[in-house]
């Protein structure tokens, strides 16, 4: 049904937690998407040349955006439809949620964790392991 919910999470994420996952679906539920996020607690910089930095990006104005994730069916269907069609936000980087955005449509923040960490390096399983450790 167009009103189902359909949630999108990255496997490299076994950390997800129940109230992560039900705020992304009650914000679903509310606005027609859910997209876990935090606040971003460090300091980024706009590079001039590889050694240099140009400017720097207030903070205040960004949000580190993960997975899971949660779209109505109906607009997800639409959505993919519309940037295949037109070729919008197809490449090989792309997210849903930069999808979503590159045809237009507003993302509405749920809450995340610092623990939903994703698995790309081997310091990245060697906190998994600490994480499930603290869990005994």
């Not at 992304?24 to 706009?46: A, D, H, M, R, W």
């Amino acid at each position: 049904e167009d009103d189902d919910t359909i949630i999108i999470h990255d496997g490299i994420r076994p950390l997800v937690d129940e109230l992560v996952l039900s705020d992304v679906i009650v914000k679903c539920k509310e606005f027609g998407n859910g997209v876990t996020s935090l606040p971003y607690n460090e300091q980024i910089f706009i590079k001039k040349t590889e050694e240099t930095t140009e400017q720097y990006v207030d903070r205040n104005t960004l949000r580190r955006v993960s997975t899971p994730q949660a779209y109505q069916y109906g607009k997800l269907r639409a959505a993919y439809d519309r940037a295949v069609k037109e070729d919008i936000g197809m490449t090989d980087s792309s997210y849903t949620n930069t999808m979503m955005v590159d045809l237009g449509e507003t993302l509405y923040f749920a809450a995340g964790s610092d623990k939903n960490i994703k698995l790309t390096t081997t310091d990245d399983l060697e906190l998994f392991k600490a994480y499930l450790k603290m869990k005994d």
